[in-house]
Structure formats: structure tokens, C-alpha cells
């Protein structure tokens, strides 16, 4: 008996109701962390790059894919930032060579 759908399509549909999911689930795919209403804004912009980059190529290119390559070329997460929005300490290598320690 052949499936006229894919299971890939099925998770899609599911986790596209459950923002928790979506965050467990872009983390596993594209290895990023985030908040639970980031990956809810962000699951549907992830599911259109995959519409796209498949029509690009002319097959189905998955999710894993299209999540990669989404947050590698598209919108890469926001860098982390301390809480007093300061630079990170400097290392002696990083200072002019009249200041090194």
C-alpha cells in the first residue's frame, strides 16, 4: 500500500500547532536555541524557505535543510549579549603592545 503523503508533511502540520515543539524541534535540526516565541515567529518563515529552496532545486530538500540553511544565510539568531550591553572583556592578546600585561 503506497502513502499519497509524506511523513515529513504530517510533522510539519503537527509541530506548527505546538510552540514548544517547534523550539525542541528547530533545535535538534539547526542546532540553535531559542525562545519559545522566537521559534514560533520564526517556524513558519522556516517552512516557506523550505517551500522555496525545493523550488529552487526541483525536489524536496527537508526540513533539516531548509532550517540550516535559514538560519545560516537567511536570519541567523541574535548574538548573545551581556545584560549590561557591554563588549566582552578583552584578552592580552587583543590589547596594543604598550598595554600588555
Known amino acids: 500500500m503506497t502513502l499519497s503523503f509524506k ?15 517547534q523550539k ?39 526540513l533539516r535543510v531548509a532550517a540550516v540553511d535559514y538560519f545560516e544565510n537567511i536570519y541567523p539568531p541574535v548574538p548573545y549579549r551581556a545584560e549590561t550591553d557591554s563588549l566582552p572583556p578583552r ?4 590589547l596594543p603592545f604598550g598595554e600588555r600585561p
Open 7 to 21: 511523513l515529513e508533511h504530517i510533522i510539519e502540520e503537527v509541530i506548527s500547532k505546538y510552540p514548544r515543539d
Open 24 to 62: 525542541r524541534v528547530l533545535k535538534k535540526l539547526a542546532g540553535v536555541r531559542l525562545s519559545t516565541a522566537y521559534a514560533r515567529d520564526v517556524w513558519p518563515q522556516v517552512l516557506e524557505h523550505k517551500w522555496y529552496l525545493s523550488e529552487r532545486l526541483g525536489r524536496d530538500v527537508g
Open 91 to 94: 584578552l592580552p592578546m587583543m
